[in-house]
T-cell receptor, first 114, second 113 residues
Framework: AQSVTQLGSHVSVSEGALVLLRCNYSSSVPPYLFWYVQYPNQGLQLLLKYTTGATLVKGINGFEAEFKKSETSFHLTKPSAHMSDAAEYFCAVSDGGGADGLTFGKGTHLIIQP | GAVVSQHPSWVICKSGTSVKIECRSLDFQATTMFWYRQFPKQSLMLMATSNEGSKATYEQGVEKDKFLINHASLTLSTLTVTSAHPEDSSFYIC?????????FGPGTRLTVT
């Protein structure tokens, strides 16, 4: 069975500061990993995904994440936070790529302080 | 990119009535679609896998007689919440896979009064 742990239900950073959202997973097979962003009362938007190949993945809006198999982690980072980054962020894992439903972490609410 | 739509975007119904939510893949075909449920300020929980032309597969703890799923075509899956009760109030989101990516609908907010 898969599981995803997101450390910190709320993360607060100053505008312009580094954003680091943590995600650890467990999976019995090589995982497919995703980060999604959700704005209030909206659906999910894919930020980035890891399937195979390069472990450092770049996504939209300046976000990137690094797959570290030894640490079973897929942390999301952005060098400089912007006010528009304030949202809920979900890490998700799938065993079967796009063919299976996703297992989501509980989410991290990112707060940007002016 | 691929687009998934949901209808309605929000619905209010009275306790005891049934509500149907549609999920459509607009520019690709989806033999499989997924239905998720999200309670306020919580994560998404996979409810069921909708399979075109066959029965849906429900996750453990999800009542299949309460949440009826029909996947009648390669672009449409419907979720019917039968005999809705206030505890069914939630945000329902569908998704459809295209290659290695899941595309999510915008969600349907259900409020049962």
């Amino acid at each position: 069975a898969q599981s995803v742990t997101q450390l910190g239900s709320h993360v607060s950073v100053s505008e312009g500061a580094l954003v680091l959202l943590r995600c650890n997973y467990s999976s019995s097979v090589p995982p497919y990993l995703f980060w999604y962003v959700q704005y209030p009362n909206q659906g999910l938007q894919l930020l980035l995904k890891y399937t195979t190949g390069a472990t450092l993945v770049k996504g939209i809006n300046g976000f990137e994440a690094e797959f570290k198999k030894s640490e079973t982690s897929f942390h999301l980072t952005k060098p400089s936070a912007h006010m528009s980054d304030a949202a809920e962020y979900f890490c998700a894992v799938s065993d079967g790529g796009g063919a299976d439903g996703l297992t989501f972490g509980k989410g991290t609410h990112l707060i940007i302080q002016p | 990119g691929a687009v998934v739509s949901q209808h309605p975007s929000w619905v209010i119904c009275k306790s005891g009535t049934s509500v149907k939510i549609e999920c459509r893949s607009l520019d690709f075909q989806a033999t499989t679609m997924f239905w998720y449920r999200q309670f306020p300020k919580q994560s998404l929980m996979l409810m069921a896998t909708s399979n075109e032309g066959s029965k849906a597969t429900y996750e453990q703890g999800v009542e299949k007689d309460k949440f009826l799923i029909n996947h009648a075509s390669l672009t449409l899956s419907t979720l019917t919440v039968t005999s809705a009760h206030p505890e069914d109030s939630s945000f329902y989101i569908c998704s459809a896979p295209d290659r290695y990516e899941q595309y999510f609908g915008p969600g349907t907010r259900l409020t049962v009064t």
